[in-house]
């Protein structure tokens, strides 16, 4: 490991360096980061995932980053023009981008004028001018330098202002200097092209648009960048250079030498607007792009995470209802464990309109299944869908029965897929859809990681970030998730296993096939004798692998069999498990234990088997239907948030279309994100503050969340 780097780190990210390092080292001995986040806390001090996982990230960034200075210089020397100055630039970078815009110009087929310069030897003579004084003669100091491919003193001369020139301009001050200015005072500016079509008004917005750089927000550089890639608008940056050029030529120009000092003035202004001046331009556009699509892959994977936390719908029948016109409303019912027991269509709208048939079979299965609730995805159809719910809820339910709307979004992915093959190979596509539809609502978490995240349709602009950057983010986000909430061995899905610390599909697979052999696991120990399941897998895996129904009490918990002893001593000194703190800290030093492991053993003691999902807010059920027409302005609603943004939050209130809080309307600091304010499934009360009868829109202010637990 890089000393240096590892101190970089401790300053960047706040944590003390032994933190940086116990991590590191962990990482590399073949340890996951759910393993340390959860069972080396007493190394990390109690880093979480997003730490461990940025610091080997950011590890790996400043390794790279070394590893390309060297060659870039390496590879500069090798021409012959490498100097110290040039060397002290590279070394500076703080990104690999940085590195390559030094390095362009050494690996075209034609060098610039201060590459050839020095090639030509001329560096010695750049040194000699800077030193002039105001009395030398350029003359004589430039004479000693001809040679017979350069017979001309004046050739010498402007060759060697070139050299100067080139180092001056991209001196760290100056360039710091200029880009500074650039995001200080530049705007970007976008204009609708001469021929470029609009069609469906997209980028309105956009059509004549000025914002300063600083002020741009992420959503806004994502829309302007696709909107530039169709080719429907022109971006350019607007600075004004000259002014800069006046406030800084004395101060960063200033050799003793008169002739030198004109003539290095005039040169740096045409330098600048010819290669640096575009190259910063360049860089600032790549860096903006570069923020916005991190962000917008934060913003994705944390809604993504917000959706597989949401609570399972525990010891409940389900019907699942995937909605349609023509080709009928497909109905799948799950059991309590996500069983399929019963498929059907039937089609209570046009062209058939056999209601009274889709009525008399909803009541056969209610009754004959005991469900208790009806999902019904919010696609084509769903608007009458629910109307029909909601009216046969009313009618024969007498209050036992209730309605959720659960976003398709990605349901016909899986339906196609080779997994929803495998699952169930002899029905049709549609009808696989319904038990997805379903699934979602018995257990988000087990349904939502079978299909691409991609399709999940939380987020912005998503689809425009890099897909490897976006499938790391979003693995890592499911593993966490999946590593929070832990499997039960007997009855999880080779898709949900293979999420867990430390496995792959095949181990997962394994598992399973031993599974069926024993008729279902008793102990941890048992899955020792699992083929492929090595000593360090094993011990990465096994803590997340949960037995409710164990020969040991202590297989059903989060508790690691390393720890159980420690966990046994625990129970005998205090079999009430309510030790005080002081208390607590005794015992561990008595038996040489650290206090993150007790303390998290002891959480496991007092709740063996609770969910981690509980602590969040679960799918909201209705019973009766919203009607667009009922709604009026100071109507207030309880609704339940779906969709967070950069610029507010999409919150389902019972209409067809969900109605936007704006970030205006969330009572708010001017400083505080939107993500601070609001997450996805969040119980929100709000107040309908605009009504678009024509476009089916409703505009939300935020009166107050709806915590848990409280009315």
């Known amino acids: 490991m890089n000393p240096s780097i590892i101190s970089n780190l401790s300053q960047l990210l706040n944590i003390n360096v032994n933190q940086v390092e116990q991590t590191l080292s962990l990482l590399q001995s073949g340890n996951t980061v759910?393993?340390?986040?959860?069972?080396?806390?007493?190394?990390?001090q109690g880093l979480d995932e997003e730490m461990i996982q940025t610091i080997a990230q950011s590890y790996e960034y400043e390794v790279q980053l070394l590893k390309r200075k060297e060659d870039v210089i390496r590879l500069i020397d090798e021409q012959g023009l490498i100097s110290e100055e040039l060397t002290k630039r590279i070394m500076s970078c703080e990104k690999l981008s940085q590195v390559e815009e030094i390095y362009k110009p050494y690996k075209q087929k034609k060098l610039t004028k201060a590459a050839l310069a020095i090639a030509a030897g001329l560096q010695p003579c750049a040194d000699a001018l800077k030193k002039a004084s105001s009395s030398a003669s350029i003359n004589e100091i430039c004479h000693s330098y001809l040679t017979e491919e350069l017979k001309d003193v004046d050739q010498v001369f402007s060759m060697a202002c070139d050299i100067i020139v080139d180092e001056l301009i991209h001196q760290q001050a100056y360039r710091g200097a200029l880009v500074k200015d650039i995001e200080r005072k530049g705007w970007l500016v976008s204009k609708l092209k001469k021929e470029g079509l609009d069609v469906d008004s997209t980028y309105t917005l956009y059509h004549d648009f000025k914002q300063r750089l600083h002020a741009l927000l992420p959503y806004q550089i994502m829309a302007l960048n696709r909107g530039e890639d169709q080719k429907i608008l022109t971006i350019s940056l607007d600075y004004d250079i000259d002014q800069f050029f006046d406030q800084t030529k004395h101060k960063f120009i200033s050799f003793a030498h008169p002739t030198l000092h004109k003539e290095c003035i005039a040169r740096t202004q045409e330098a600048v607007k010819k290669s640096l001046?575009?190259?910063?331009?360049?860089?600032?556009?790549?860096?903006?792009?570069?923020?916005?699509?991190?962000?917008?892959?934060?913003?994705?994977?944390?809604?993504?995470?917000?959706?597989?936390?949401?609570?399972?719908?525990?010891?409940?029948?389900?019907?699942?209802?995937d909605p349609a016109y023509?080709?009928?409303?497909?109905?799948?019912?799950?059991?309590?464990?996500g069983d399929c027991l019963k498929v059907d269509t039937v089609y209570p709208f046009e062209p058939k309109n056999d209601r009274e048939n889709t009525i008399k079979k909803l009541k056969m299965f209610v009754d004959q299944y005991q469900i208790s609730i009806i999902a019904c995805g919010n696609g084509?159809?769903?608007?009458?869908?629910?109307?029909?719910?909601?009216?046969?809820?009313?009618?024969?339910?007498n209050g036992s029965l209730s309605y959720a709307m659960v976003s398709e979004a990605g349901a016909s992915v899986y339906?196609?897929?080779?997994?929803?093959?495998?699952?169930?190979?002899?029905?049709?596509?549609?009808?696989?859809?319904?038990?997805?539809?379903?699934?979602?609502l018995h257990d988000p978490l087990a349904e939502l990681i079978k299909i691409d995240p991609k399709s999940v349709g939380v987020g912005q602009y998503q689809h425009d970030c890099p897909p490897q950057q976006l499938k790391e983010k979003v693995d890592f986000v499911v593993e966490k998730v999946v590593n929070k909430v832990g499997v039960d061995v007997n009855t999880a899905s080779v898709h949900l296993m293979s999420h867990i610390s430390g496995l792959s599909k095949v181990l997962a697979k394994n598992i399973i096939s031993k599974r069926s052999e024993l008729k279902g696991f008793t102990s941890r120990e048992q899955l020792k004798d699992v083929k492929g399941l090595g000593p360090k897998t094993y011990e990465q895996a096994i803590g997340f692998l949960r037995i409710p129904s164990g020969s040991d009490p202590l297989d059903a918990t989060f508790i690691h069999p390393e720890s159980y002893s420690i966990a046994r001593s625990l129970q005998s000194s205090y079999p009430e498990l309510n030790p005080t703190q002081d208390e607590l800290v005794s015992w561990c030093q008595e038996h040489h234990c650290d206090l993150y492991t007790v303390a998290d053993i002891l959480e496991n003691l007092k709740a063996p088997q609770r969910d981690y999902r509980d602590n969040f807010k679960g799918i909201t059920l209705r019973q009766d239907i919203l009607k667009f027409e009922d709604v009026s302005i100071h109507d207030q609603f309880e609704g339940t948030v779906r969709n967070v943004v950069d610029f507010g939050a999409f919150v389902d209130i019972g209409l067809k279309n969900d109605g936007l809080i704006h970030k205006s309307q969330m009572n708010c600091e001017s400083h505080q994100s939107v993500y601070n304010v609001l997450k996805i499934n969040d119980a929100v009360l709000v107040e309908v503050i605009g009504i678009d009868v024509a476009r089916q829109k409703i505009q939300l202010k935020l009166i107050q969340k709806v915590m848990l637990g409280v009315a």
């Not at 023509?326 to 109905?331: A, P, S």
């Open 34 to 44: 759910a393993f340390i986040a959860r069972y080396r806390k007493e190394a990390t």
């Open 415 to 440: 339906s196609a897929s080779p997994l929803a093959k495998e699952e169930f190979p002899d029905l049709d596509v549609s009808l696989r859809s319904a038990i997805s539809i379903a699934r979602r």
């Open 380 to 397: 084509t159809a769903s608007r009458e869908s629910e109307q029909l719910i909601s009216e046969f809820i009313a009618q024969y339910s």
């Open 277 to 321: 001046y575009p190259s910063i331009v360049r860089s600032i556009r790549s860096d903006l792009t570069q923020n916005a699509q991190s962000h917008s892959v934060s913003v994705f994977a944390s809604n993504v995470e917000q959706l597989l936390l949401v609570p399972p719908l525990k010891g409940k029948n389900i019907l699942g209802w």
């Open 326 to 337: 023509r080709t009928g409303c497909k109905l799948a019912i799950i059991n309590e464990y």
